[in-house]
């Protein structure tokens, strides 16, 4: 039933970088994620985008680590912007009304060519 | 010799054969296989010498053979100065011939002898007397496997008690462990709840594991003027870390609650007082805070506010015997600690006589079902729907802690439930019925003080 996360970075360009998980985002992967990320902002690339296609099961742990991404991102002058997230992960991130702090975009690429715009709510 | 631990043991048929086959071997009546103790000759076999154990060292043949590395042959003990005052000889046995041959070990010690006896003198070969010898080896051989045995016996026993040991002390230590996360669980959320005039509360708590203390919390308590607070949520993480998150929490939103007892306000405080806590960044919670206010005709009004949490679950019997199950959400409502600018909103609802609330963390909705599907907010909405009316917070929980032991996978995370209810006029006419339902395990109903059960 366990479905381990895999952490994939498919894209960087200058500050962004693109984060794909697949997987269960869970106590036991979070810290993986926020290690990743913590990384790939401290080699240059603080404007993240999360592709989360991929992601079956998201907890609190979870939630915690983008929160985690989010504020180390927003030290490095950086942003954490959100992308393809399934229906169940949508749910939950409106319901921790973490949706109007994060922006959201319906692909990767779509959070990429946005990513400007949207920095103005980091 | 005290390492054979050899002496005073019962008879061996071992050292019997060798006994009889000296006998036979050299046609003698008597043949004896004795191991030398200090003071004495004990005889572990004999043949041909009834009901003798033991005789004293000196003035002994043995004694004197077991001092010589070579096979000892007296031909006739007449003959010889010592032997001639020997008891055997001058006694009535009256042993004319004795040959003997040492015991050694393998490093040298000599621990007794094998002995042949006869009535009358002769002499021995050289051959024979290798025999004797020969059969001292097999006593010697006989006697290290016996040793190399007891060392394999002592090893495995000493193993066993070792282990036994260490097993006892990781017992011990796994119950010293699961009672000091008990014991602090005890200070994260109230060990009974209040007896809330008009009002029947109960709760059901359950650890993902005993031995570690849970991210959920839940609280009730008076606010003053009739009033009482209701707080239940879940901090991130598991563990130390996430309990000293949980004892800020709970004590933040009592204190903020006595001063302003507006939910969104005790919501806010947390979240400020969340941020500016020194390991900000790592430490939030979503949570419900909940006021109630006594109605003059009965019931409450309840003030609900969210931060980040699922919703709770209003409970209402429709006038067709049904149920009415409405989540109860509040526009806004964010996770707590997380966000300086997080707003939080409120909603309130009128408890009348009959209803439920019910209030939960994710344990329960992300609970699998055998088909491997979370419950989720429909299955959750559907199983209240079939709640029996008028709503009782007790069975509420009770049927609730029963659904989650019929999923399979319920020791993945740590489950908190409070359920409020008011009684219908016509029920518990005493007014109040208070049932707190505390486990620490996946146990069922188990009441407040069992802990830590597991099935």
Known sequence: MTDALHIDVPHTDGTRAVIALSGEFDIASAPAVRARALDLIANGHPDLVADLAGVTFCDSSGLGALVGIWRCAKDADGSLTLAAIPDRLGRLLSVTGMDTFLPVHPSADAALAARRDDRTTT | ?455
């Open chain 2, 1 to 455: 010799m005290r390492r054979y631990d050899i002496l005073d043991t019962p008879p061996d048929g071992a050292y019997d054969r060798v006994a009889a086959l000296a006998a036979r071997l050299f046609e003698v009546p008597v043949a004896t296989v004795t191991i030398v103790d200090e003071d004495r000759i004990w005889f572990k076999a004999t043949h041909g010498l009834e009901g003798v154990t033991e005789i004293g060292r000196d003035p002994g043949l043995c004694a004197s053979a077991v001092l010589t590395d070579d096979t000892t042959v007296i031909p006739d003990t007449l003959l010889d100065p010592v032997a001639c005052s020997n008891p055997l000889v001058a006694g009535p046995m009256g042993v004319r011939f004795y040959a003997a041959a040492p015991i050694i070990t393998a490093d040298g010690y000599r621990l007794g002898t094998v002995n042949i006896l006869d009535t009358r003198p002769r002499e021995i070969n050289e051959a024979d007397s290798a025999t004797l010898a020969d059969l001292a080896a097999v006593v010697r051989d006989q006697l290290e496997l016996r040793l190399s045995a007891l060392h394999v016996v002592r090893a495995e026993q000493e193993k066993r008690q070792a282990e036994e040991e260490a097993r006892q002390r990781a017992e011990r230590d796994k119950a010293a462990i699961a009672a000091f996360a008990s014991t602090l669980q005890r200070t994260l959320v109230p060990p009974v709840l209040p007896a809330v005039p008009g009002l029947e509360l109960a709760c059901h708590y359950k650890t993902a594991s005993p031995q570690e203390v849970g991210g959920d919390f839940y609280d009730v308590f008076p606010v003053g003027a009739g009033r009482w607070a209701f707080f239940l949520g879940d901090v991130c993480g598991k563990g130390a870390e996430a309990a000293s998150v949980t004892s800020l929490t709970r004590y933040t939103l009592r204190a903020a609650a006595l001063v302003d007892a507006e939910p969104t306000a005790a919501l806010k405080a947390l979240n400020a007082a969340l941020l500016l806590d020194a390991a900000v960044g790592t430490r939030f919670c979503t949570a419900i805070f909940g006021l109630l206010d006594p109605v003059r005709d009965g019931g409450f009004t309840v003030t609900l506010a969210t931060g980040g949490h699922p919703p709770a679950y209003h409970l209402s019997p429709t006038d067709d015997g049904g149920m009415r199950v409405e989540a109860v959400r509040a526009k806004g409502g964010m996770l707590v600690g997380a966000f300086a600018e997080a707003a939080f909103a409120s909603r309130t609802l009128h408890l009348a006589p009959g209803q439920g609330l019910l209030l939960y963390t994710d344990g329960l909705t992300e609970a699998r079902t055998a088909e491997g599907d979370m419950l989720a907010d429909t299955g959750l909405t559907d199983f209240l729907a079939q709640r029996q009316v008028p709503v009782r917070a007790g069975c509420l929980i009770d049927d609730t802690v029963a659904l989650l032991d019929t999923l399979p996978d319920t020791e993945r995370d740590d489950v908190a439930l409070l359920a409020l209810s008011v009684p219908t006029p016509d029920a518990a006419p005493a007014g109040i019925t208070t049932t707190a339902h505390s486990a620490a395990a996946p146990t069922a109903g188990a009441s407040v003080g069992q802990e830590n059960r597991r099935p």
